[in-house]
């Protein structure tokens, strides 16, 4: 990363801006950290690895969907190169087939190949690709699934839990969920129920098209019925949902039936409930969690305190957030890239830019390298506050560093420039964030022409810009 430039570091000198000890334990030697961004915040894109040469894929003997020229193919294979007994052989041979075939003459090929060659064998594994293939069947019902399902128990193979599991997913996989449904209980009631896995597949599958009641409904009649308990991971799963969706109170509801299940819930747990409160910007809430999370024995990690410090400052409670940045280093949790930019924009938001401009470089001393997001938290701030030269000095470490603008930052920093007559800068930033393909060149041209029509009829009415 660039270095601070010097007009920053007068930004220091003022011990009114930011106790730096107030925030972290002194030391005299650079703290290494962690290098870990939770995908709300943009990391400094890495150079691309060469891509290693992937070996070509086996070429398919079968060229028609034909079943006839299927026979053809596979008499020929039979008749020439001694095919091997193997069930692999053949079960690639069907799978090959049964990409470009119907389901019903896949199964006929099966026959065909069980008939010609008598010493093969089909297995599980077998049936299984035909089972697959129904899945993702043309056919809006389930008649397919149950015609290859009825085939494996004709011919001896019953389901087992690795059938149940495959015909879940094939179905989710194409959109088919209450087909899913259908089938699990089905399956259960007549040959074998899911495994936990299984069941959390569906549900979490479940929790994105369904409402909530429905799912509850769900959960209960597989465990009245089948037996089939949620863990741990479905209440996870039930309570990530419900917290995307803002519902907090029956996420802290879960909470209280995990501990009647038996269940302890875990940090991720927790830490989710926590984002879910910090997005709303109710930190109170957040610290209620945090507290409640302590009390029950779970030991908070660096999401939690990264999670916390992101809530606090966004709900303008900058203060408690240094606060809680000593008490995760003083429980050996060392603040990231993430941490300093949570903390970074809950300052810029109460005006306090020039402060968070210091902590840039404290971070830095701290060896903790700034990312895309830090940056273009910084130049918002700086724009806002009408720092322009800063501002424009920030922007050109971001250059040298190749890294973009946000289209919050840019549309702030264009109009922010337009309203004091840079209009040259703001061109030049106008062609980088093009260049840099920081954004299409259609947002770029219209965040600047529809600021530069603003500014030009400014200008002619005499308004103050």
Known sequence: MGKIPPSFRSALSNPNLINRSSLLPSSSKPRHFPNKTPSNFTAKSRKPQPQQPQPPKPLSPFKSPSLQDAKTVFNSIVNTSNA?????????LLQSYASISTINDSIAFLRHMTKTHPLFSPEKSTYHILLTQSCKSDDPTLAPIHQTLNLMVSDGVNPDKVTVDLAVRSLCSAGRVDDAVELIKELSLKHCVPDIYTFNFLVKNLCKCRTLSSVYSFIEEMRSKFDVKPDLVTYTILIDNVCNT????EAMRLVKVLHEEGFKPDCFVYNTIMKGYCMLSRGSEAIEVYNQMKENGVEPDLITYNTLIYGLSKS????EAKKLLRVMAEKGHFPDEVTYTSLMNGMCRKGETLAALAL??????KGCS????????LLHGLCKSRLFDKAMELYEMMKSDGLKLDM???????????RVGRIADAYEVFDYAVG???LTDVAAYTTLESTLKWFKKAKEEGLKV
């Open 84 to 92: 091997p007994n193997d069930f692999r052989f053949h079960n690639s």
């Open 246 to 249: 803002k519902n907090l109170r």
């Open 316 to 319: 303008g409670r900058v203060t």
């Open 360 to 365: 840039l470089e404290e971070m830095e001393m």
């Open 370 to 377: 700034p990312n895309s997001c830090t940056y273009n938290t």
């Open 408 to 418: 919050a930052s840019y549309a702030t920093f264009v109009r922010s420039l337009c």
């Open 436 to 438: 840099s393909k920081s």
